[in-house]
T-cell receptor
Framework: DVKVTQSSRYLVKRTGEKVFLECVQDMDHENMFWYRQDPGLGLRLIYFSYDVKMKEKGDIPEGYSVSREKKERFSLILESASTNQTSMYLC?????????????FGPGTRLLVL | KQEVTQIPAALSVPEGENLVLNCSFTDSAIYNLQWFRQDPGKGLTSLLLIQSSQREQTSGRLNASLDKSSGRSTLYIAASQPGDSATYLCAVRNDYKLSFGAGTTVTVRA
């Protein structure tokens, strides 16, 4: 079974803090994704990585950056957290290249910025 | 830009009733469409994936149909059970990206 783990289930941070969210997958997947999920808005893609050190902006990259130094690990960084970044953050991974490609999701990190 | 809409936003049914969840999308140039389940405070679990060339997929009590030309998919859950209570999300894939609907939250009353 594919396993995607996220470093924290819940986080509480102060405005202006630098925040790191970590995601690790154990299936040697090339693709990794960070989403945020807000009520009524569904999941929105923040960043996507298709290989080590490679990244693409998603629909809402402002205020976020990412790092992928190893294939299995994809980090989301909030350089200076703001209250509007309070949300549920979901990481996913996938093996690219087929029409049946599916994304496997981690359990999510619920972030509260005060 | 792909827009995905799910109606209704919430649904409450008595146990045993069949469930019908709807999903519509604006760009029909998709690779596939997936239905996911999300339990409160948890990640997403893939239920069914329909490739763009397919019309439907079935798994146990679940059946999903796809009408690409009209931009619609329907998820049917037969003989609902309290354990089916969750949020169901529809997602369509255009090249590498998945675009998600906001979900339908289902409550099955015992």
């Amino acid at each position: 079974d594919v396993k995607v783990t996220q470093s924290s289930r819940y986080l509480v941070k102060r405005t202006g803090e630098k925040v790191f969210l970590e995601c690790v997958q154990d299936m040697d997947h090339e693709n990794m994704f960070w989403y945020r999920q807000d009520p009524g808005l569904g999941l929105r893609l923040i960043y996507f990585s298709y290989d080590v050190k490679m990244k693409e902006k998603g629909d809402i990259p402002e205020g976020y950056s990412v790092s992928r130094e190893k294939k299995e690990r994809f980090s989301l960084i909030l350089e200076s957290a703001s209250t509007n970044q309070t949300s549920m953050y979901l990481c996913a991974s996938s093996l690219p290249g087929t029409a049946r490609e599916t994304q496997y999701f981690g359990p999510g990190t619920r972030l509260l910025v005060l | 830009k792909q827009e995905v809409t799910q109606i209704p936003a919430a649904l409450s049914v008595p146990e045993g009733e069949n469930l019908v969840l709807n999903c519509s999308f604006t760009d029909s140039a998709i690779y596939n469409l997936q239905w996911f389940r999300q339990d409160p405070g948890k990640g997403l679990t893939s239920l069914l994936l329909i490739q763009s060339s397919q019309r439907e997929q079935t798994s146990g009590r679940l059946n999903a149909s796809l009408d690409k030309s009209s931009g619609r998919s329907t998820l049917y859950i037969a003989a609902s059970q309290p354990g089916d209570s969750a949020t169901y999300l529809c997602a369509v894939r255009n090249d590498y990206k998945l675009s998600f609907g906001a979900g339908t939250t289902v409550t099955v009353r015992a």
